[in-house]
């Protein structure tokens, strides 16, 4: 016999967990089960020697007042004493032949600096600008009104790539790699990533901004664990779920590592989908099994290597102001993603963020934080034996540092601190199948349509986290946070 001590029991202690833990601990007692000693699964933060580095996040979109990512963390208290802050600058993106700086919130200003370089593709760039517009705005209409009455676009280019979007509007190879820059945050190549997928994301940073928190997302992550505690409710890490146990189509209770177990009315499970079914005992296996092979039918995203670098220099000094860099060996896209999936880091883009040009909080006067990441395929780590591993690492890391040296010269010279994380380490520290970075793949939005719902053959089982509808990156998880807290609110009532 369990005791049912809590009304709701979350499994996992990201962004996703904590969000609707917090939400759902105003009117339920809640549980939140962390496997980790700290909170925030890809959102927290870690020290070493004087630095502070940011685990994985360094821009939020839609982090706005009055836009719903920004009022779901109002709602859930995690914004109290956080000063929400933008860049300067969208980004920069260097390619062989440009250096080009985007504008924050300056759509018109990015337009004349592309047709001031690609003056031949003037109308093109309107053109292809306003259809993305069109496809970000059916697709938020759509998320409100669950339809896709009124979202002519999405019905043109619902099915299509963004390569599809690129070749019928822009002539210029390199002009469509600038546009599409952001196909990295995404982590696939326009050939494979859905025009409807990127517009929306192009167009909330493009036209609404870049954001980050000036004192990390941990300010965060630590302001949701200290509201959820003042509503009577718990928040436990080192503890790790390891089996759901059902008992019909219920989940009865939860078992940890260390042995407790414990039970409550709702579960919820904010980790890797695939482990969540897999660790069910006793339910109904057909469905479950059924529910499962559905599920691994779906392509996941790609994970991320990760450099973490502490330097005994501010970096301001030797000229560079910039927080995000984007650098890019080539202009075919197709081809640097293909060279991730293979680990040919001298042919991968990276995305260079230097926190400590955005706040002072990383580290002390005088010194910088900086962290390197490039798309990574998990599989070719996962095969290494340990002495290939640990030497494809060091390679990895001298291989990135070299061409980074064009930006950040003599930067082996400032090296108080060198990190790095590979896949594995991801899939390690957060759960997340094969450490992607997103969950799943994000191809097409009317796949995403059909099968991301937060609802499971088991009647008190959710999901939340990047593995559910609206998908990865912060943004996505706390839409998601909204969607299940209104599914069970409405379940109350
Ligand atoms: C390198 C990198 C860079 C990124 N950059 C950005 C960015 O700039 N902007 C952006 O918006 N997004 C970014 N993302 C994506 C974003 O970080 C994630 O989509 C989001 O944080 C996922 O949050 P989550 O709550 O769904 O899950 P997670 O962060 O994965 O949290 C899951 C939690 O569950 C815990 N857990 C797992 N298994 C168990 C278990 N059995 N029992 C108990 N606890 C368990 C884990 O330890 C973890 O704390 C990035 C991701 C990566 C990897």
């Given at each position: 016999?369990v005791?049912?001590?809590?009304n ?5 202690g990201?962004i996703g967990?904590?969000s609707?833990g917090?939400?759902l ?6 549980l939140?089960?962390?496997?980790n ?5 890809y959102?927290s933060?870690?020290k070493?020697g004087?630095f502070e580095?940011?685990s994985?996040v360094h821009?939020i979109n839609?982090l706005?007042?009055?836009?719903p990512v920004?009022?779901?963390?109002e ?5 109290k004493?956080i000063?929400i802050?933008q860049p300067?600058?969208l980004?920069?993106t ?7 700086t ?5 759509l018109d200003?990015?337009?004349r600096m592309?047709f ?11 053109d292809?600008?306003?259809v ?5 705005t059916e697709t938020?209409?759509?998320h ?7 979202s ?12 599809y979007l690129?070749n019928?509007f822009?002539?210029?190879?390199r002009?469509k790699?600038?546009i599409a820059q952001y ?5 696939l190549?326009?050939?494979k990533l859905?025009a409807?997928t990127f517009?929306?994301?192009?167009y909330d ?6 954001y980050?928190?000036d004192?990390?997302m ?5 302001n ?6 003042k509503?009577?409710?718990d928040?436990?890490?080192?503890s790790?779920v ?9 989940i009865?209770?939860v078992?940890?590592k260390?042995?407790?177990r414990l039970?409550a009315?709702?579960?919820i499970?904010?980790i890797?989908v695939f482990?969540t079914f ?9 469905d479950i099994k059924?529910y499962?092979?559905c599920?691994?039918?779906n ?14 220099i501010?970096?301001r000094d ?8 984007f650098l890019?060996p080539?202009y ?6 293909e060279?991730?999936i293979k680990?040919e880091?001298?042919k991968?883009?990276?995305?260079i963020?230097?926190c400590?040009n955005?706040a ?9 934080v ?6 990574s395929e998990?599989?070719y780590?996962?095969k290494l ?5 640990a ?8 291989v ?5 040296s064009?930006?950040?010269p003599?930067?082996y010279k400032?090296i ?9 380490t ?10 992607s970075v997103?969950?799943w793949?994000?191809?097409?939005l009317?796949?995403?349509i059909?099968?991301?719902?937060p609802t499971t ?22 839409l998601?946070t ?10 109350k009532?």
């Amino acid at each position: 016999m369990v005791r049912k001590k809590y009304n709701v029991i979350i499994i996992g202690g990201g962004i996703g967990g904590l969000s609707i833990g917090s939400l759902l601990s105003k009117n339920m007692k809640v549980l939140i089960l962390e496997k980790n000693s700290t909170f925030g699964g890809y959102c927290s933060d870690f020290k070493k020697g004087e630095f502070e580095f940011e685990s994985a996040v360094h821009t939020i979109n839609g982090l706005y007042k009055n836009n719903p990512v920004y009022t779901i963390l109002e709602k859930a208290d995690a914004l109290k004493g956080i000063r929400i802050t933008q860049p300067k600058y969208l980004y920069r993106t260097i390619f062989p032949d440009y250096d080009i700086t985007v504008p924050q919130k300056n759509l018109d200003g990015y337009k004349r600096m592309l047709f001031s370089l690609f003056p031949k593709e003037e109308e093109n760039i309107t053109d292809i600008f306003d259809v993305m517009k069109s496809l970000y705005t059916e697709t938020k209409r759509f998320h409100i009104e669950k339809s896709l009455k009124r979202s002519p676009f999405i019905l043109k280019y619902g099915r299509r790539s963004l390569k599809y979007l690129l070749n019928r509007f822009i002539k210029d190879d390199r002009l469509k790699a600038i546009i599409a820059q952001y196909w990295l945050y995404r982590g696939l190549p326009p050939g494979k990533l859905a025009a409807t997928t990127f517009s929306y994301i192009w167009y909330d940073y493009t036209v609404n901004g870049s954001y980050f928190p000036d004192t990390g997302m941990v300010s965060i992550i630590k302001n949701m664990i200290s509201s959820i505690k003042k509503n009577g409710s718990d928040v436990l890490g080192d503890s790790e779920v390891f089996r759901l146990q059902a008992k019909g189509d219920k989940i009865v209770a939860v078992e940890l590592k260390n042995g407790n177990r414990l039970g409550a009315d709702i579960f919820i499970s904010n980790i890797d989908v695939f482990n969540t079914f897999e660790m069910i005992e006793n339910g109904n296996n057909k469905d479950i099994k059924l529910y499962l092979d559905c599920l691994k039918k779906n392509a996941i995203s790609i994970s991320a290597f990760k450099i973490y670098l502490g330097l005994n220099i501010d970096v301001r000094d030797l000229g560079i102001k910039d927080y995000e860099i984007f650098l890019n060996p080539r202009y075919d896209m197709d081809a640097m993603y293909e060279a991730s999936i293979k680990n040919e880091f001298e042919k991968t883009p990276y995305v260079i963020t230097i926190c400590s040009n955005l706040a002072n909080v990383f580290c002390k006067k005088g010194h910088s934080v900086i962290s390197i990441g490039a798309l990574s395929e998990y599989d070719y780590w996962r095969k290494l034996s340990r002495a290939e591993y640990a030497k494809k690492k060091e390679e990895t890391i001298d291989v990135i540092l070299k061409r980074c040296s064009k930006i950040l010269p003599d930067v082996y010279k400032y090296i108080d601190v060198k990190i790095a994380a590979t896949p594995l380490t991801m899939e390690r520290y957060t759960g997340n199948s094969k450490g992607s970075v997103y969950g799943w793949s994000k191809r097409s939005l009317l796949e995403e349509i059909k099968f991301m719902s937060p609802t499971t053959p088991i009647k008190n089982l959710f999901l939340s986290s990047h593995w559910t509808k609206i998908g990865g990156g912060v943004a996505g998880v706390l839409l998601s946070t909204d969607r299940v807290y209104n599914l069970l609110n409405q379940k109350k009532q």
